[in-house]
């Protein structure tokens, strides 16, 4: 462990942290893509978006497993001066990071329309969908581990927050009740008052 501690932002939030504006953007566009008849019509064009939103959501959630399993393998013990970033501020640094990137794909979406009704705003969909089929197996190999992975927060920052970039060297694991996230990156249950 580095002198000092290390910031730690949980691998399965920062993949989660894009599903849900991915996924929202991605059905609005689809939406407001329907309502315009576009070059190919509206049938072929939902067709066409129903297509990409299966493959999408199956690419994103398989590309770079072995990356992540070799990662997780060699994951070191957090120490007791690592620091443990809280779920909101994992989430909101991601999507700080990635703001003007999503604005970018939703007006693309949009624009898309006109050529291929609600196409892209399916596949976006499907790319919100994959990260959340990719962070809930990560969740699984989690608790199958019974240790949740975490990554330094500065790696995340020169690799524009993909846990599994080049910038990343290694993971840091903890037991499976640490921080405020359960295996997958989802909000912790908190237990029901008695």
């Known amino acids: 462990m580095a002198r000092g501690g290390q910031g730690l932002a949980r691998i399965a939030v920062v993949v989660r942290a894009g599903a849900a504006p991915l996924w929202w953007l991605g059905v609005l566009a689809a939406g407001i893509g329907v309502l315009v008849p576009g070059l190919t ?12 939103f299966i493959v999408a959501a199956a690419v994103v959630a398989s590309v770079r497993r072995k990356r992540y399993t070799a990662l997780a393998r060699s994951a070191d013990r957090a120490g007791k001066h690592d620091v443990l ?3 909101a501020v994992t989430l909101r640094n991601w999507r700080r990071g990635h703001r003007w990137w999503l604005l970018l794909a939703f007006l693309a979406a ?7 009704p609600a196409a892209a705003g399916l596949l976006m969909a499907g790319c919100g969908v994959g990260l959340w ?7 699984r190999r989690e608790q199958a581990g019974e240790a949740l992975l975490w990554v330094r927060v500065d790696w995340l920052a020169d690799d524009n927050g993909r846990p599994a970039g080049k910038a990343v060297r290694a993971y840091r694991s903890t037991g499976i009740a640490a921080g405020d996230a359960a295996p997958g990156g989802a909000r912790r249950k908190t237990a029901a008052p008695v």
């Not at 019509?41 to 990409?52: C, E």
């Open 41 to 52: 019509g509206r049938r072929i064009g939902v067709l066409a978006g129903a297509a990409l």
């Open 85 to 87: 970033q809280d779920r």
């Open 110 to 116: 949009l624009g898309s329309a006109f050529a291929v």
């Open 133 to 139: 089929l990719k962070s809930a197996w990560i969740g």
